[in-house]
């Protein structure tokens, strides 16, 4: 026992904790039947959620049982479940909601390369390549349902990560401002809430764009951002007089990233700015949780996390200068260059 008084967990048992691969897909199927949504209204009988979804009885009960024991739900002597603040956040509509995340993490198509971590690691070939037999986004755009997940999930955690980035970097600016890859608009539209800038381009895929549409009008930003739909690495719109890339490099292996950015260099006039929105690993041992996104981006896509220098590199490569470097309290850090 530590002097505050608190246990300290001895390593056994903190490794035991990080072994739980049976709690993502437990937390999966739950929030793939939809069991958060249909507890808003109040506790439910496991029999009555389990004919509500077309689940089998018993094995219903025993999996809200098991999430029960760790707070995911509340069980009582009826078999009655309830809401607990951790299930709240499986609802489709709650605040914060992370049910996109466990809708991702337990997919088939997420969960299965990770199998193959073993293969990528003494080959360095992607495993969602072996596992699925095409490109990660390639797969996401021949399978509109596992699109919207991972739609929802980026949109999720940007909707997380943005006030503080709006907040700490200075978006303003007399130009447009051009959001390359920016998915459903959330980083853009809290630019443009904040009054950072008048008008913005969103670019990215078109059947990310059309998804889009939804999105910013319910913002009410629909008439202040522009839609145009394309590839990033064939063309990006001219004319901005800022690019903000949010969590799009490190999705690339080097090659890859830096024809993105050259891409981005010949769309920009000399006196424009490029801003990347990544996760900046440190140079030393020093624990930071971009060292773990590392090895997702690692199993499928190929992409990697990478430091300051290694960023840097990158950018000159594709003809920018790295001006400086802004750190948050978050993962994120907003990478600043110019046309070099």
């Not at 909601?97 to 080959?123: D, I, K």
């Not at 940007?158 to 503080?164: F, G, W």
Request: hydrophobic share 45%; glycine share 10%.
């Amino acid at each position: 026992m530590s002097d505050s008084g608190r246990m300290i967990q001895s390593p056994a048992t903190r490794l035991r904790a990080l072994l739980s691969y049976n709690m993502t897909q437990m937390l999966y199927v739950a929030a793939r039947l939809g069991i958060a949504d249909l507890l808003a209204g109040g506790p439910r009988h496991a029999d009555d959620l389990a004919r509500t979804v077309g689940a089998h009885p018993r094995s219903l009960y025993r999996l809200l049982r098991a999430l029960s024991h760790v707070g995911v739900f509340a069980e009582d002597e009826q078999r009655c479940f309830r809401l607990t603040p951790m299930a709240q956040l499986l609802r489709a509509d709650a605040p914060g909601s992370l049910r996109a995340f466990a809708l991702s993490y337990g997919a088939p198509w997420w969960w299965g390369p990770w199998g193959r971590l073993m293969e990528t690691v003494q080959t360095g070939r992607t495993a969602f390549e072996g596992a699925m037999e095409q490109g990660f986004f390639e797969y996401l755009d021949a399978h509109p349902d596992a699109a919207a997940v991972f739609n929802a999930n980026m949109t999720s955690m940007t909707e997380r990560e943005v006030p503080e980035v709006v907040a700490t970097y200075d978006f303003s600016g007399p130009g447009t401002l051009v959001d390359v890859g920016g998915g459903h608009g959330a980083l853009v539209s809290a630019i443009l809430q904040k009054g950072g800038r008048a008008k913005a381009t969103l670019f990215d895929r078109p059947a990310v764009i059309e998804g889009a549409r939804g999105h910013l009008a319910a913002a009410g930003m629909a008439d202040r951002c522009t839609l145009v739909a394309g590839s990033f690495f064939e063309s990006i719109p001219a004319g901005g007089e800022t690019y903000t890339l949010k969590d799009i490099i490190h999705d690339w292996d080097d090659a890859r990233a830096v024809a993105i950015l050259r891409n981005c260099r010949r769309a920009m006039s000399p006196g424009a700015k490029l801003l990347l929105i990544e996760r900046v690993l440190p140079p030393d041992g020093e624990p930071n949780v971009g060292k773990v996104v590392d090895i997702t981006m690692m199993v499928l896509t190929g992409g990697m996390e990478r430091t300051e220098a290694e960023y840097r590199n990158l950018l000159e490569q594709a003809g920018f200068a790295l001006r400086r470097v802004v750190f948050m309290q978050s993962a994120v850090s907003v990478l600043e260059a110019v046309p070099g």
